[in-house]
């Protein structure tokens, strides 16, 4: 595989991902199970972007020093591209949740913890399939063009569906889950499970976690092919999937109490599929710049945030 990444380049990413993930879990569990407010999650919010762009212009800075600074720019526009794009993503991936904690009403203070192992699943998850979609384009080129329609598959049914609400009662894996897991009749504090009457069972955060985990790969599944439409580096492909999977739980509390006013940004991801996977499609016929794309994807969510504050949607009329 392809890298401008050294074994000492890889290591000290590992160490600094490792070290923000310590830090935030010594802070959470420091603060205890509470619920976050706006302005901790904004200002953890802000930390993560800034932790993401530094870590951007460093990167421009070494290459620039190790190939020149036309080979700068270039590694620092794929990054950031790849990052907007994980970073929209991940706001399909919020929706979701917060559907599922409210289906299951979790209580505030937990959501926290739900979030966290949500974050370390993904990261650990995206890692594997990162490496395996990498040494998959390295041998077979083809596999790029069934990455290219399976995206545009997939954004032509998110643009259909955007606007309906998901049917989480017709979801056949929580109905298998619900009928087949031995379950508690209630919360028991941030525990998973308990032991009862020499009987293991289930609470229904447990239920919760494993429906994050599995909607974790079931969006990894649509980005990471995304981000190999701009960049076939494995270690900028990585680092950008990481650095906005970090901010997942602070965007969650962030977007919360605002994702009603977003109404069309699910418009606007189906767009981005839709364009990333015709970007792949043709990529042997037409190279679109990374610039391009990059001004592309910025210009397609701001424009369904900006159009979704202008028109909010409406509400249902009472009856």
């Known amino acids: 595989m ?34 976050v407010t706006f302005r901790e999650a904004l200002l953890w919010s802000i930390g993560w972007v800034a932790l993401a762009l530094a870590f951007g212009g460093w990167l421009w800075w070494y290459v620039s020093g190790q190939s020149g600074a036309d080979a700068g ?8 591209t790849g990052y907007l794009v994980e970073k ?33 699943g993904a990261i650990l998850l995206r890692a594997v399939m990162i490496f395996a979609g990498a040494l998959l384009l390295q041998k077979f080129h083809w596999v790029l063009y069934v990455f290219g ?21 017709s979801n056949p894996l929580l109905r298998w889950l619900t009928s087949h897991v031995p379950m508690t009749r209630g919360y028991v504090g941030a525990r ?32 990471i092919p995304a981000i190999f439409a701009i960049t076939e ?22 977007l919360a109490g605002l994702a009603d006013r977003f109404h069309l940004l699910p418009y606007g991801l189906a767009l981005v599929l839709m ?10 016929l037409v190279k679109i710049p990374i610039a ?19 028109r909010p949607a409406k509400m249902p009329e009472l009856r």
Do not use: C
Not at 292 to 309: D, F, H, M, W, Y
């Open 88 to 120: 929209s993503l991940a706001v399909d991936n919020i929706f979701v949740f917060l559907m599922l904690f409210s289906y299951f009403a979790v209580p505030e203070e937990q959501r926290q913890k739900v979030l966290i192992i949500g974050v370390i």
């Open 192 to 223: 998973l499970s308990v032991v009862e009457g020499g009987r293991r069972l289930y609470t229904p955060l447990f239920i919760v976690v494993v429906m994050v985990a599995i909607t974790d790969v079931i969006f990894a599944v649509d980005s």
């Open 2 to 35: 392809e890298t401008i990444a050294s074994p000492l380049l890889w290591s000290a990413f590992g160490a600094l991902v490792l070290a923000a993930l310590v830090i935030d879990l010594v802070l959470m569990r420091h603060g205890g199970p509470h619920k």
């Open 292 to 310: 391009v794309s990059l001004g592309v994807v910025a210009a397609t969510i701001g424009a369904t945030i900006v159009l979704s504050l202008k």
């Open 233 to 254: 580096d494995p270690f900028i492909v990585l680092t950008s999937n990481v650095f906005a999977v970090l901010g997942l739980r602070a965007m969650f509390f962030l």
């Open 275 to 284: 364009f990333i996977g015709t970007k792949m499609l043709i990529v042997d």
């Open 73 to 80: 720019q270039r590694i620092a526009l794929e990054y950031l």
């Open 149 to 169: 329609a399976f995206l545009l598959l997939t954004g032509a049914k998110m643009l259909w569906a955007a606007g309906k609400q998901p049917d989480l009662e």
